[in-house]
């Protein structure tokens, strides 16, 4: 048995579940005579940001005709030999929390509607992961409880979370307007992922970034909304929480949670350099310096180290090709770790869909047990399903 724990779709019929007045503002997707798909015209695209880049649809892998046409997916599934996946959006060139928000909702319901009905199709083979539109907090939400009545093992999100006052995004974590929808995901045993949505207004897009080449030298977003969710107390008030990281690479796993504990256990609230209080005072109540965040935000948060949410909250999509997973196997277990192909995309991540399930299994730095949670026990117990 082995559960594709990171894959994309494009239902044809995504935005036909909506009001005419909405649909018309909806994206259309363009197909060639041999079915694929082209372009996605958006006449309710959200305005340009200046200064941002986002990418032109349709996005990575469309040229395969599996991201859009379920039995040509079906058949290259049998062929790899993987019987069950969880089926997440498409998401470039066309999603973004800057869409408006009835607009967003709208859009995020119609495509999970199509989602539903395909799962429903492929019975027992497609678990689809539900799209929701976070710009729109109390319809997340909704959206939420409508998906877990209807089957949906999880639900996905953008690591950044642009708003029009803020464009170029901050980590979803940082934001508690949004704290309500991941409430509702650890009551309702939901587990949340993680994805990059390549809709251009990230942080990467700021000039520091441009012209300097910074780059070179931050972390990336996903590792920043990763600390966030540590650093914010986002998992101490919800610490039954869930989270998947696609895509963001086993080699940084052990050397991020070391660093974090590290510096942890260092953090001095009330040091005074030479000139003056450093910015950590800010995470100490009883500073004598000015506080430049609110006192609910300066209480330290951290109940445990950040390795404990690592082990405890954290599971990753793996890369099979990737010469450092077996590290992170070695720190974590094998029980945080989740086969993915990234099917169909051709990104670094989803280069080698067609050959990861021989390179798991030709690789011997694992037990063949070690390879079994990875290929589908995990995945089984952290989403419920059924084997």
Known sequence: MIIDCDCHFFPRDAFEHMSDSLRERAPRLVYSAENVLVDIEFPGRPEQVPGTTPNSPPGSGARYVGMSDMGRRVADYVELGIERQMMLPQFTGWWSYLIEPELG???????????????????????????????DVDGAVAELEWA?????RAAVLDHTFPVREHPYGTPTATHRETWPFFAKCEELGVPVYFHAVQHGHRMVNL?????????????????????????????????RLQVVHAELGAGRIRPMAEALDDRYHKLEGDYEGADGFNAITRRKLGSNTEQLVEPETIAEKNEHAP???F?????????????ALADGVAYLGAKRFLFATDYPHDDP???MKFRDVELLAADDRFTEDQKEQMRWRNAAALFGVAI
């Open 105 to 135: 909702t709208a859009m995020a319901h119609s495509y999970n509607v199509a989602a539903a009905s395909l799962a429903a199709e492929q019975a027992g083979t497609i678990h689809p992961v539900a799209l929701v539109a976070l710009q």
């Open 148 to 152: 877990h009545v209807n089957g949906f």
């Open 207 to 239: 000039m520091n970034y441009q012209v300097d080449g910074m780059d070179l030298f931050t972390p990336s977003e996903p590792q920043m909304n990763l600390v966030a969710m540590i650093t914010s107390g986002l998992l101490d008030r919800y610490p």
């Open 307 to 309: 390795s404990h949410y």
């Open 311 to 323: 082990r405890e909250n954290f599971s990753w999509t793996i890369e099979t090709e990737e010469p």
């Open 349 to 351: 991540g989803g280069s």
